[in-house]
T-cell receptor, first 113, second 112 residues
Framework: GAGVSQSPRYKVAKRGQDVALRCDPI?????LFWYQQALGQGPEFLTY????????KSGLPSDRFFAERPEGSVSTLKIQRTQQEDSAVYLC???????????FGEGSRLTVL | SQQGEEDPQALSIQEGENATMNCSYK?????LQWYRQNSGRGLVHLIL?????REKHSGRLRVTLDTSKKSSSLLITASRAADTASYFC????????????FGTGTQLKVEL
């Protein structure tokens, strides 16, 4: 596709449920990033892939968060046993190389009740 | 945690006026980027300035960078109602690739 595609755009989960958020980056983009954005705040880094390798996961808030990019293209962010504080917009971005602009998707808004 | 702060947090101006937003950051950087976010949407890249550059222009945008003060400014000239959005600065750390750290953002409202 022409841009970064994320699904679902909106997800409502009951506390304790597992959720999976998908990101389809721009074709050929090497780097893929996941960010978390709370209401009224800037995006906060979660994790980063270069091709299929997860190079940095220092921003993942707990071991309930897990991300993968098994074939170096589509990525999935999984949150297990969701908590209310996980409610946020999860943004995926990709970039062509190691230095330069990021192309963002529209985000997945997660609401945990 | 957020790298830097933006100032002001919110800015309201009339169409045709100029808008200036400031960003401060804390660590050594390779480049600094500005992004725009419309309500409920993803971020869109506006401009990138490298650490060895002091000023850069793109259309109605002008960005300055002062690495000695660890600060940057974004100027939007002749603003339009369509410029209404949140604007974020983001820094790429030295040796850190493009793992960007975002500021807190400035909400700009341009009124007719």
């Amino acid at each position: 596709g022409a841009g970064v595609s994320q699904s679902p755009r909106y997800k409502v989960a009951k506390r304790g449920q597992d959720v999976a958020l998908r990101c389809d980056p721009i074709s050929g983009h090497v780097s893929l990033f996941w960010y978390q954005q709370a209401l009224g705040q800037g995006p906060e880094f979660l994790t980063y892939f270069q091709n299929e390798a997860q190079l940095d996961k220092s921003g993942l808030p707990s071991d309930r968060f897990f991300a993968e990019r098994p074939e170096g293209s589509v990525s999935t962010l999984k949150i297990q046993r969701t908590q209310q504080e996980d409610s946020a917009v999860y943004l995926c971005a990709s970039s062509l190389d190691l230095l330069g602009e990021l192309f963002f998707g529209e985000g997945s808004r997660l609401t945990v009740l | 945690s957020q790298q830097g702060e933006e100032d002001p947090q919110a800015l309201s101006i009339q169409e045709g006026e100029n808008a200036t937003m400031n960003c401060s950051y804390k660590t050594s950087i390779n480049n600094l980027q500005w992004y725009r976010q419309n309500s409920g949407r993803g971020l869109v890249h506006l401009i990138l300035i490298r650490s060895n550059e002091r000023e850069k222009h793109s259309g109605r945008l002008r960005v300055t960078l002062d690495t000695s003060k660890k600060s940057s400014s974004l100027l939007i000239t002749a603003s339009r109602a369509a410029d209404t959005a949140s604007y974020f600065c983001a820094t790429a750390p030295t040796g850190g690739g493009n793992k960007l750290t975002f500021g807190t953002g400035t909400q700009l409202k341009v009124e007719l």
